[in-house]
């Protein structure tokens, strides 16, 4: 029961200092999307046939040239995942700025103007919750080739409606407040009022949904690739090392096993950061979960 109580603790003081959380995104993510020559030690598209399956490095007959071992083609793991880190962090965020700018302006919108547009926006809504994103990503793979054009359009889909439902809830309390109501007395147009005095009332909430969808995105991304209709092969895509190594999750169990754990710690370190976030930003969240 100690035990159990003193891990509980240390969860909750993890969740409320995101440091490490924090300092694992940066050194799994944003670094290696900056300086990728400065941390891997190989090219991740050129391999040799004598390293081929080479063990990582504390295995026998493995060596600290390759730590995380090589693939099929003799490819080094760990540079293959450090260049992989760049794809991560730019289908995020360009996937984030247009899934947030969409879902967030029919929101308002919707919140709004209600009636029709509310009806319209809504239904939409309903539709994308309905449709799985994986298959989702299998339909458009038929009418796209793999690239990271397709990758970010999925997401996009998939993650708007989110930041709609949201968005919509807050805008209609919002268009309520006296203040709404004064300006609209003052003659104020309807786009002014959205962009002035709606927005910046939402943008605590868009913010933290944005850092909480990321850790979705990732594993989207990640999913797409495995299953051969995200980013192309043969670039270094987490979701591709994985894909690579599932035939030899036996015999070659690390292929797929370090880039699983780069997925597993970045969307942890991205959830617990969100969470740290969402509760500084909304008083009325700090003690959800505490």
Do not use: C
């Amino acid at each position: 029961m100690q035990m159990n109580n003193a891990m509980a603790s240390s969860i909750r003081n993890f969740r409320k200092f995101p440091v490490v959380s924090v300092s694992i995104l940066l050194l799994v993510v944003v670094i290696p999307t900056f300086f990728p020559g400065l941390i891997a030690p190989h090219d991740p598209f050129e391999g040799s046939a004598m390293v081929r399956l080479m063990p990582p490095a504390w295995l026998e007959g493995g060596s600290w040239t390759y730590p995380f071992g090589t693939d099929r083609l003799g490819r080094d793991i760990f540079s293959r995942i450090v260049y992989g880190a760049r794809y991560v962090f730019i289908i995020s965020l360009v996937s984030i700025f247009f899934g947030a700018v969409i879902g967030s302006g029919l929101g308002m919108a919707a919140g709004y103007f209600g009636g029709w547009v509310d009806a319209v926006v809504m239904r939409a809504v309903d539709v994308t919750f309905a449709l799985p994103s994986v298959l989702v990503g299998m339909a458009v793979a038929t009418i796209w080739p793999p690239s990271f054009y397709t990758v970010i359009a999925i997401i996009v889909f998939v993650i708007w409606s989110f930041f709609a439902r949201q968005v919509r809830a807050e805008t209609l309390s919002l268009r309520e407040r006296d203040f709404i109501h004064r300006a609209k007395v003052a003659g104020i147009g309807d786009f002014r009022i959205i962009m002035t005095h709606i927005l910046p009332n939402v943008t605590n909430t868009i913010v933290v949904m944005a850092t909480l969808q990321i850790g979705v995105i990732i594993i989207l991304e990640s999913t797409l690739s495995f299953l051969g209709i995200g980013i192309p092969r043969p670039l270094p895509a987490w979701g591709l090392i994985v894909a690579d190594g599932r035939a030899l999750v036996i015999t070659a169990w690390w292929i797929s096993f370090f880039p699983g754990v780069a997925i597993l710690f970045v969307v942890l370190s991205v959830n617990l950061f969100g969470d740290w976030l969402r509760n500084r930003l909304d008083p009325k969240l700090r003690n959800v979960g505490g």
